[in-house]
């Protein structure tokens, strides 16, 4: 079964310090891994995935997530934080369409509140 | 392209009574998701569409839950028979559907609220 483990119910930053964000995995095969950020009253955002390829992907305003197999991690990462980029962020997992064609569904985590304080 | 519209934003119902919803994804886009959300939890998977056809569903959806992609566009969620612990963010979500590149990334809509009082 696929399952995604966001062990931080919140993370807190000062403006301008690096920020992670932890995210760990399960899933049968070649994962597909995804991050998402929801803003208050609004939708959830995609930030970034990793499908293959390079295990560090670069994603929208600046973040990025290391993917690392042997820790069955895919840890969201920014080097400065902002104050606007506190939100609610999730990671998501799904399995590779390869090893079961028809699964489409992402499997999300509990999400994690990131507060960046000026 | 207008993004994945949700209607209505909120809705507030009695115990008992039937809710319908309606999603209308990104034109282009082949999959049609329905997710649903509850206070301090992530998305839980509903079910999905790939054009018309409902390919998978959560043990979640019990059979007083109902979705349709008539004509592989709108989809519409109903809940009959609604109860408390139905009350819930209901999200819709799109994508071109599997392979590489963008095709996976899903477009979110703002969600339906539901309170069931």
């Known amino acids: 079964a696929q399952s995604v483990a966001q062990p931080e119910d919140q993370v807190n930053v000062a403006e301008g310090n690096p920020l ?4 760990t995995y399960s899933v049968s095969g070649n994962p597909y891994l995804f ?3 929801q803003y208050p009253n609004r939708g959830l955002q995609f930030l970034l995935k990793y499908i293959t390829g390079d295990n560090l992907v670069k994603g929208s305003y600046g973040f ?5 197999k042997s820790q069955t991690s895919f840890h969201l990462k920014k080097p400065s934080a902002l104050v606007s980029d506190s939100a609610l962020y999730f990671c998501a997992v799904r399995a590779s369409p390869l090893r079961s064609s028809n699964t489409g569904k992402l499997i999300f985590g509990q999400g994690t509140t990131l507060q960046v304080k000026p | 392209d207008t993004g994945v519209s949700q209607d209505p934003r909120h809705k507030i119902t009695k115990r008992g009574q039937n809710v319908t919803f ?4 990104i034109s282009e886009h082949n999959r049609l998701y329905w997710y649903r959300q509850t206070l301090g939890q992530g998305p839980e998977f509903l079910t999905y569409f790939q ?3 409902q390919l998978e569903k959560s043990r979640l959806l019990s059979d007083r839950f109902s979705a349709e992609r008539p004509k592989g566009s709108f989809s519409t969620l109903e809940i009959q028979r609604t109860e408390q612990g139905d009350s819930a963010m209901y999200l ?7 392979g590489l590149g963008d095709r996976e990334k899903l477009f979110f809509g703002s969600g339906t609220q539901l309170s069931v009082l």
């Open chain 2, 22 to 25: 309606r999603c209308d994804p």
């Open chain 2, 92 to 98: 819709c979500a799109s994508s071109f559907g599997p």
């Open chain 1, 20 to 23: 992670t964000v932890k995210c």
């Open chain 2, 51 to 53: 054009n018309e056809a």
């Open chain 1, 64 to 68: 990025e997530a290391e993917f690392n």
């Open chain 1, 35 to 37: 991050w998402y950020v």
